[in-house]
């Protein structure tokens, strides 16, 4: 009985968002399943309705129709409706569609469109090396959303993105900068040492002295003991936390200063790195003016 309740409503909701007759669902999913083209061009159409669950519903249908369904959704990326072009280009994302990159590349890039950061992240399941600079192009968008998945998208593409990303940062700045030192610091990749140490010495230090962190390269080491002398003490921080992977005698000596940093969370980190590096426990004055040992976060 409630199958029937639910095909009853599954119908009137169908009939209550499309001009044409009413709908068997079933049926239209079985022939789109089947290869019906004009079937599939229904329920992409159908990714519009405004009513609860139906979109989601028919999302999930067309893309275990998948490669039948790419021609249909082509066509639809540009499309007015924001819904209905969210859907699409997260399906063609979902479907790995090559052929959609130059469209969704486009939509990423339309500044006026809302949710544009569905596209980035379309680009980044994609996952082929021609997304990249439409990712790298979105690193500095108005939109904090759109950077913060397009950096993840270029993450996603690890080694492949490494070399037009120092590339790119030889000559970023602001928010672009700061994304892609976050894209490159995460993929730790080594090659991209060289502009991370000329980015320490910029505007985005902070940043740069994360991702020094997670390459774990010791010839970083001198330029993260000078930033813990910063007197920005996130600056400070970020040295502290980034010396601990990498540091030897010269980080120690400089972290036992930083013991007593003003600011505790400096203190904290120093304490935590200075403990990774000798294997010492080492006690730091916490925000309750406590002496205590940091909990490890390092592996």
């Given at each position: 009985?409630?199958?029937?309740?639910?095909?009853?409503?599954?119908?009137?909701?169908?009939?209550?968002?499309?001009?044409?007759?009413?709908?068997?669902?079933?049926?239209?999913?079985?022939?789109?399943?089947?290869?019906?083209?004009q079937a599939i061009v229904q329920l992409v159409d159908l990714l519009s309705a405004r009513e609860p669950g139906v979109s989601d519903r028919i999302y999930a249908i067309v893309v275990e129709i998948g490669e039948r369904a790419v021609p249909v959704l082509l066509d639809q990326v540009h499309s007015e409706d924001k819904q209905m072009r969210e859907y699409v280009i997260a399906a063609l994302g979902t479907l790995k569609v090559v052929d959609a990159i130059p469209a969704i590349s486009d939509?990423?890039?339309?500044?006026?469109?809302?949710?544009?950061?569905?596209?980035?992240?379309?680009?980044?399941?994609?996952?082929?090396?021609?997304?990249?600079?439409?990712?790298?192009?979105?690193?500095?968008?108005?939109?904090?959303?759109?950077?913060?998945?397009?950096?993840r998208a270029l993450i996603k593409l690890n080694k492949t993105a490494v070399l037009p990303l120092i590339g790119y940062l030889a000559d970023a700045s602001g928010e672009g900068a700061a994304g892609a030192i976050r894209a490159v610091g995460d993929i730790a990749d080594k090659r991209a040492l060289k502009v991370l140490l000329a980015q320490a010495e910029g505007e985005q230090r902070a940043e740069a002295f994360l991702a020094l962190g997670k390459l774990r390269d010791p010839s970083a080491e001198s330029a993260l003991v000078a930033g813990l002398k910063n007197p920005d003490s996130q600056v400070r921080m970020n040295a502290a936390m980034a010396l601990g992977p990498l540091g030897g005698p010269a980080a120690a000596d400089a972290l036992t200063k930083t013991l007593e940093d003003e600011v505790h969370v400096v203190r904290e980190w120093s304490a935590r790195s200075l403990e990774k590096i000798t294997g010492k426990p080492v006690l730091y004055r916490n925000s309750h003016d406590e002496y205590v040992r940091p909990y490890m976060v390092y592996h």
């Open positions: 009985m409630f199958r029937c309740f639910l095909a009853g409503f599954c119908l009137l909701l169908l009939s209550a968002c499309t001009a044409d007759p009413v709908l068997d669902l079933d049926l239209l999913e079985a022939n789109a399943r089947g290869g019906d083209p939509v990423l890039a339309q500044k006026a469109l809302e949710r544009r950061y569905v596209a980035a992240w379309a680009l980044g399941e994609i996952a082929d090396v021609t997304v990249i600079p439409a990712l790298i192009s979105a690193l500095d968008d108005e939109n904090s959303e759109v950077r913060r998945y397009a950096t």
